[in-house]
């Protein structure tokens, strides 16, 4: 099984920046799919980003968090980002990275239920 370790939550002010990181033991240029959800206290685990199992790498968001965060990732690292930008204090949760093979779509990449592999999150807290 695929072992993934996030790090670089933390406290950040509303409108600030982080940058989280998910480690990888695969390589992120092999064919599969890394996800990011994030889970709030009494809330259902929410898709965040994801980078597809397609040949182009192809990239997914929640409509909560469009035209703020960015997935991306660093092949030679088998590292996989999510930086965030803009946040507000409903971006408040533990952040979890996920991996699967055979996950191309939009529909696919958002629900948890597709992905075997899971970190063990990292919080983040938007707060003044």
């Known amino acids: 099984q695929v072992q993934l370790v996030e790090s670089g939550g933390g406290l950040v002010q509303p409108g600030g920046s982080l940058r989280l990181s998910c480690a990888a033991s695969?390589?992120?240029?092999?064919?599969?799919?890394i996800g990011w959800f994030r889970q709030a206290p009494g809330q259902e685990r929410e898709g965040v980003a994801c980078?597809?199992?397609?040949?182009?790498?192809?990239?997914y968001y929640g409509d909560s968090v469009k035209g703020r965060f960015t997935v991306f990732k660093n092949d030679a690292k088998s590292t996989v980002y999510l930086q965030m930008n803009n946040l507000k204090p409903e971006d408040t949760a533990v952040y979890y990275c996920?991996?699967?093979?055979?996950?191309?779509?939009?529909?696919?990449?958002?629900?948890?239920?597709?992905?075997?592999?899971w970190g063990q999150g990292t919080r983040v807290t938007v707060s003044s």
């Open positions: 996920a991996a699967d093979t055979g996950i191309f779509t939009s529909a696919q990449c958002m629900e948890p239920l597709n992905f075997d592999s």
């Open positions: 980078i597809s199992a397609s040949s182009d790498s192809r990239t």
């Open positions: 695969l390589f992120t240029s092999d064919n599969y799919a």
